[in-house]
């Protein structure tokens, strides 16, 4: 939340919100929510609810099939979005869901708008069939919806392969990574089959029919408590699978995987090493205030003329809390570049502007990325404040 605290929403039979609040303060008794109620089924379709704070200081929350901004202040509903159709997307349905990454811009960083997008999941009866052993194959569709816009509606296009059980992580990039789960099925203890082994990457700028590009695949299934995470050298951290009730390392069909992995995505290809951007540390300030400049230096070799309009962007990302397949608090903020300046053969000074306000960019630690040209760099830690 803006103020560091955080918010805890739904789970099982506990259709009721809370804060967390920040340290040293206390933390006030739970909130009934009725959507929560509302949006519960017989498979129990929403748990792990999708939750992104928005830009304007309202709360995006997604449960089942239906969706609500919530105001945290007044605790009211300030608007429910369109029904997304096409089936449940929340735990065991367990599609993935993102925020888009936010492009602040000098004029207005408060007016950034906020595009959600969710993907993937399972039909409502998915749980109840799986249990019997018929596994219906998993939703396809990807939908976004742009949360700050009035009566805006949801956007469908299709992944390459249909997938529940995913991870969805936002890449240095602002790329998004698709990534684990399977084709068929729910989550739950054995509840799913046929491993979806393909990675995707997502380009969110690209028009509708572009955007999709599968990856190359691995060997290793990663079925129900799969994870991932990015890593601060731009690589993703795979590991996780356990679809057994217990530990179970044969004679089964998806034993308890103890194998981690790292994927490199594209921009990792050694042919762009010499082109990879490299932050100065020991000259970036690491303490962060809200609204002020600051000064990232880096080393760079230019391919060509350097287009200072596009080539450069600096982004920053907090890492998140992930279980079951989401990723909680996960934001990738692209931060307005002020100037940017030669300074030496191959060293470049960037001035930037730090988020406005904790609305866009909550307080805590995130890795910040200079990107070149869907390049990015090695991540620099800083705490913003």
Same mark, same amino acid.
Request: charged residues 20%; hydrophobic residues 40%.
């Given at each position: 939340m803006p103020d560091g605290g955080f918010i805890l929403v739904g789970g099982r039979r506990s259709f009721d919100l809370e804060f967390v609040p920040p340290e040293g303060k206390a933390n006030a008794k739970a909130i009934k929510m009725p959507f929560l109620d509302e949006t519960t089924d017989l498979d129990e379709n929403n748990l792990y609810p999708f939750v992104h704070l928005s830009t304007d200081g309202n709360v995006f929350i997604f449960a089942n099939s239906r969706s609500i901004l919530f105001n945290p202040k007044t605790q009211t509903i300030v608007y429910e979005y369109p029904v997304l159709d096409g089936g449940a997307r929340n735990y065991p349905a367990s599609g993935m869901s993102a925020l888009l990454p936010l492009k602040l811009s000098l004029a207005n960083p408060e007016g950034t708008p906020a595009e959600v997008i969710v993907c993937g999941g399972a039909k409502p009866e998915a749980y109840r069939l799986a249990e019997k052993g018929n596994f219906l194959p998993a939703l396809q569709d990807c939908n976004r919806i742009e949360i700050t816009k009035p009566k805006d509606v949801w956007k469908k296009e299709m992944m390459p392969s249909p997938r529940v059980m995913g991870d969805m992580l936002i890449l240095p990039t602002g790329d998004l990574l698709i990534i684990n789960g399977a084709t068929?099925?729910?989550?739950?203890?054995?509840?799913?089959?046929?491993?979806?082994y393909s990675p995707i990457l997502y380009n969110p700028d690209k028009p509708q029919g572009q955007r999709f590009k599968q990856l190359i695949p691995t060997t290793i299934p990663r079925m129900y408590h799969s994870t991932s995470a990015v890593l601060p050298d731009g690589q993703i951290l795979v590991a996780g699978s356990n679809t057994n009730a217990g530990y179970?390392?044969?004679?089964?069909?998806?034993?308890?995987?103890?194998? =981690?992995?790292?994927?490199?995505?594209?921009?990792?290809?050694?042919?762009?090493?010499?082109?990879?951007?490299?932050?100065?540390?020991?000259?970036?300030?690491?303490?962060?205030?809200?609204?002020?400049?600051? =000064? =990232?230096?880096?080393?760079?070799?230019?391919?060509? =003329?350097?287009?200072?309009?596009?080539?450069?962007?600096?982004?920053?990302y907090p890492p998140p809390f992930t279980t079951h397949g989401y990723s909680m608090n996960q934001r990738l903020v692209v931060l307005p570049i002020r100037e940017i300046a030669e300074t030496g053969a191959g060293i470049f000074s960037a001035t930037v502007v730090a988020p406005p306000s904790g609305i866009i960019a909550p307080p805590g630690y995130y890795m910040l990325f200079v990107v070149y040209r869907g390049i990015p760099s090695v991540a620099a830690w800083i705490q913003i404040k």
């Amino acid at each position: 939340m803006p103020d560091g605290g955080f918010i805890l929403v739904g789970g099982r039979r506990s259709f009721d919100l809370e804060f967390v609040p920040p340290e040293g303060k206390a933390n006030a008794k739970a909130i009934k929510m009725p959507f929560l109620d509302e949006t519960t089924d017989l498979d129990e379709n929403n748990l792990y609810p999708f939750v992104h704070l928005s830009t304007d200081g309202n709360v995006f929350i997604f449960a089942n099939s239906r969706s609500i901004l919530f105001n945290p202040k007044t605790q009211t509903i300030v608007y429910e979005y369109p029904v997304l159709d096409g089936g449940a997307r929340n735990y065991p349905a367990s599609g993935m869901s993102a925020l888009l990454p936010l492009k602040l811009s000098l004029a207005n960083p408060e007016g950034t708008p906020a595009e959600v997008i969710v993907c993937g999941g399972a039909k409502p009866e998915a749980y109840r069939l799986a249990e019997k052993g018929n596994f219906l194959p998993a939703l396809q569709d990807c939908n976004r919806i742009e949360i700050t816009k009035p009566k805006d509606v949801w956007k469908k296009e299709m992944m390459p392969s249909p997938r529940v059980m995913g991870d969805m992580l936002i890449l240095p990039t602002g790329d998004l990574l698709i990534i684990n789960g399977a084709t068929s099925g729910t989550s739950a203890w054995n509840f799913a089959e046929a491993p979806n082994y393909s990675p995707i990457l997502y380009n969110p700028d690209k028009p509708q029919g572009q955007r999709f590009k599968q990856l190359i695949p691995t060997t290793i299934p990663r079925m129900y408590h799969s994870t991932s995470a990015v890593l601060p050298d731009g690589q993703i951290l795979v590991a996780g699978s356990n679809t057994n009730a217990g530990y179970l390392y044969q004679a089964v069909k998806y034993p308890t995987e103890l194998r =981690v992995e790292k994927f490199s995505p594209p921009y990792l290809d050694p042919a762009y090493t010499a082109n990879r951007p490299a932050i100065q540390v020991n000259q970036l300030e690491a303490k962060w205030q809200y609204g002020q400049d600051f =000064v =990232v230096n880096f080393n760079l070799i230019i391919d060509g =003329v350097l287009d200072r309009e596009n080539d450069i962007r600096v982004n920053i990302y907090p890492p998140p809390f992930t279980t079951h397949g989401y990723s909680m608090n996960q934001r990738l903020v692209v931060l307005p570049i002020r100037e940017i300046a030669e300074t030496g053969a191959g060293i470049f000074s960037a001035t930037v502007v730090a988020p406005p306000s904790g609305i866009i960019a909550p307080p805590g630690y995130y890795m910040l990325f200079v990107v070149y040209r869907g390049i990015p760099s090695v991540a620099a830690w800083i705490q913003i404040k």
